[in-house]
């Protein structure tokens, strides 16, 4: 285990980067993980110790939680200090399993976790004029990374675009991944990440039947809508699977089964799932 030892900054990390650091963490109380800062001294290589800031996070009830309920965070910081000369490494106390934020993310992506640590450090960058000519494997990952975020906020653009004729009439929406945080997780882990529309039905656009028991079939437009969704996201590689909610259950079915559908329906849900070969995003 890499020795850590307790040490003075001084001018290493500077007061205005921890407390901008601090703010950050603040969003970690919401969820009940409780975090410390300390400064230490950081053995990366196990012989020269760098100045370092380090966050102790767990669960403030001493249970588990998952890397995705602290992605948030650690997105922000990332993106906070991209520009500067400080690295970011994670690990699990008492382990000798450090590594950087990337490869820490994909190594622990829905693993239980009860404690990590995070070591904010000094790490001057190589020059701009050399990184113009040096390719490395974190290089290649980065640009892999931004391309897939550049793309998925496109697909997510166009989505908002269709969705615009269910706000027309009066029908709201959520679309999830929501935000650029959101859409960065989905970026890096691929699967396993929620991406679907939730859509809120104001019965005022379904007819009423004869027998006023319920609601009839949904206007051809919002039929329309749904196909043009499906169509969308089968050309960028997703399978869409659809629900409907009414008072006490949710039915699966498919878009074309959507014009059968009566009764007090409150929600369409449509998700989206990678196909087994599928444009790769």
Same mark, same amino acid.
């Given at each position: 285990?890499?020795?850590?030892?307790?040490?003075?900054?001084?001018?290493?990390?500077?007061?205005?980067?921890?407390?901008?650091?601090?703010?950050?963490?603040?969003?970690?109380?919401?969820?009940?993980?409780?975090?410390?800062?300390?400064?230490?001294?950081?053995?990366?290589?196990?012989?020269?110790?760098?100045?370092?800031?380090?966050?102790?996070?767990?669960? +403030?009830?001493?249970?588990?939680?998952?890397?995705? /309920?602290?992605?948030?965070?650690? =997105?922000?910081?990332?993106?906070?200090?991209?520009?500067?000369?400080?690295?970011?490494?994670?690990?699990?106390?008492?382990?000798?399993?450090?590594?950087?934020?990337?490869?820490?993310?994909?190594?622990?992506?829905?693993?239980?976790?009860? /404690?990590?640590?995070?070591?904010?450090?000094?790490?001057?960058?190589?020059?701009?004029?050399?990184?113009?000519?040096?390719?490395? #494997? +974190?290089?290649?990952?980065?640009?892999?990374?931004?391309?897939?975020?550049?793309?998925?906020? *496109?697909?997510?653009?166009?989505?908002?675009?269709?969705?615009?004729?269910?706000?027309?009439?009066?029908?709201?929406?959520?679309?999830?991944?929501?935000?650029?945080?959101?859409?960065?997780?989905?970026?890096?882990?691929?699967?396993?990440?929620?991406?679907?529309?939730?859509?809120?039905? /104001?019965?005022?656009?379904?007819?009423?039947?004869?027998?006023?028991?319920?609601? #009839?079939?949904?206007?051809?437009?919002?039929?329309?809508?749904?196909?043009?969704?499906?169509?969308?996201?089968?050309?960028?590689?997703?399978?869409? =699977?659809?629900?409907?909610?009414?008072? $006490?259950?949710?039915? +699966?079915?498919?878009?074309?089964?959507? *014009?059968?559908? $009566?009764?007090?329906?409150?929600?369409?849900?449509?998700?989206?799932?990678? +196909?087994?070969?599928?444009?790769?995003?």
């Amino acid at each position: 285990m890499r020795y850590l030892k307790s040490y003075k900054l001084f001018e290493s990390v500077s007061a205005d980067i921890k407390a901008d650091i601090e703010d950050m963490l603040l969003e970690l109380t919401d969820y009940q993980i409780e975090y410390s800062v300390t400064e230490l001294k950081y053995y990366k290589d196990g012989i020269k110790g760098e100045d370092c800031l380090r966050v102790y996070i767990k669960d +403030n009830q001493d249970r588990f939680f998952r890397l995705e /309920d602290i992605m948030d965070v650690l =997105l922000r910081i990332k993106d906070y200090l991209k520009e500067s000369d400080y690295s970011i490494d994670l690990g699990i106390p008492n382990s000798d399993d450090y590594l950087d934020i990337d490869n820490f993310m994909k190594e622990f992506s829905g693993e239980e976790l009860y /404690d990590i640590n995070i070591f904010i450090y000094n790490n001057p960058r190589i020059s701009p004029f050399k990184r113009k000519y040096t390719l490395t #494997g +974190n290089d290649i990952f980065e640009s892999r990374f931004v391309s897939k975020f550049e793309e998925l906020k *496109e697909v997510i653009s166009t989505i908002k675009d269709i969705c615009q004729e269910f706000k027309d009439n009066n029908c709201n929406y959520q679309i999830e991944p929501s935000n650029d945080i959101r859409i960065k997780v989905m970026a890096l882990q691929g699967k396993g990440v929620p991406f679907y529309i939730d859509i809120d039905i /104001d019965r005022r656009i379904i007819k009423q039947d004869e027998k006023r028991s319920g609601f #009839g079939p949904f206007p051809e437009w919002f039929i329309e809508t749904c196909r043009r969704i499906e169509d969308y996201m089968l050309s960028e590689g997703f399978k869409t =699977l659809v629900s409907v909610r009414y008072p $006490t259950d949710w039915v +699966n079915l498919d878009i074309d089964e959507l *014009e059968e559908q $009566t009764g007090l329906i409150q929600k369409v849900f449509l998700e989206f799932i990678p +196909n087994e070969v599928s444009k790769e995003i």
